[in-house]
């Protein structure tokens, strides 16, 4: 049996990596990939404590994460949508109406 | 070091490397074939985990629902254009130490606390019927969150809908 380190460990390189691709990448919709990413990572934590406490509480809360996943790239995309049809780009440092 | 020690390499392995692939490639649609991947990976995780149902609720809605919304809206954009532009901004170093500065930290907490880990198992209370237990556990004890996620579901729908409309 794979000991809860290395779940937890596993789930801070991805953390880590979506983190890296948030900050890093031009693009909007691969940063919305990065979220999603991110999302995974807290997932297999949450499942890794679930199995160390013999509790299903934290799947649940990992069905509502997904849940939230979901949503949050519906609107998210229309967003991006709304935004290209407008600006034509989809990069985040075009995206400057508001600065002065 | 039996058969799950390699299965979890194997799956830790193949998730990690296509989520560095994911975050470094140039071409979004390759980014998205790389995060498929890296979330199949993660589903075996959580069939290891034994968690059967979320092994089939993030094969089913991750790879079969989100990211088909993904590579629609990447074939919506224009593909050739974004493929000729500078893909990572200013800030990148920057933004690599911060993460790494976080990663660090985050490993750190997990060093400390690594006690707390060892805890007698009680696989038993999960193991044999997953879906039965969350069913029952969702529809007692988390009936109102449930309700309210239908809810943000509703409304994301209907967001969605009227953010992609042509004419507001």
């Known amino acids: 049996m794979v000991s809860t380190e290395a779940y937890l460990l596993l789930g801070l390189a991805l953390f880590t990596i979506g983190v890296i691709g948030v900050l890093t990448r031009r693009n909007v919709i691969i940063m919305l990939m990065s979220i999603e990413l991110i999302l995974n990572a807290v997932n297999i934590n949450l499942i890794a404590f679930s199995r160390l406490w013999g509790d299903v509480s934290g799947q649940i809360f990992a069905i509502f994460i997904i849940t939230d996943a979901a949503a949050e790239a519906a609107v998210g995309l229309g967003i991006i949508l709304a935004f290209f049809r407008n600006r034509t780009t989809v990069l985040a440092d075009e995206m400057d109406m508001l600065k002065w | ?168």
Not at chain 2, 3 to 26: D, E, K, N, P
Not at chain 2, 43 to 64: D, H, K, N
Not at chain 2, 129 to 139: D, M, P, R, S
Request: with cysteine; charged share 10%.
């Open chain 2, 1 to 168: 070091m039996d058969v799950t020690h390699i299965l979890f390499g194997v799956f830790a392995v193949m998730a990690v490397v296509s989520a560095i692939l994911m975050v470094t490639t140039r071409n979004i649609v390759h980014c998205a074939v790389f995060l498929i991947t890296t979330l199949l990976a993660t589903a075996g995780v959580f069939l290891l985990l034994q968690a059967e149902f979320l092994f089939v609720t993030q094969i089913i809605l991750y790879v079969g629902g989100i990211m088909v919304l993904f590579v629609f809206v990447i074939m919506l954009v224009n593909l050739d254009v974004s493929l000729r532009q500078v893909q990572f901004n200013r800030q990148t170093w920057v933004a690599v130490l911060l993460a790494a500065v976080l990663g660090a930290q985050l490993f750190i907490a997990l060093w400390l606390g690594r006690n707390a880990l060892r805890l007698p198992a009680r696989a038993e209370l999960i193991a044999p019927k997953n879906t039965e237990a969350i069913g029952q556990v969702l529809f007692q004890r988390y009936m109102l969150p449930f309700e309210i996620a239908s809810i943000l579901l509703l409304v994301a729908m209907i967001g969605a809908v009227v953010m992609a409309k042509r004419r507001v």
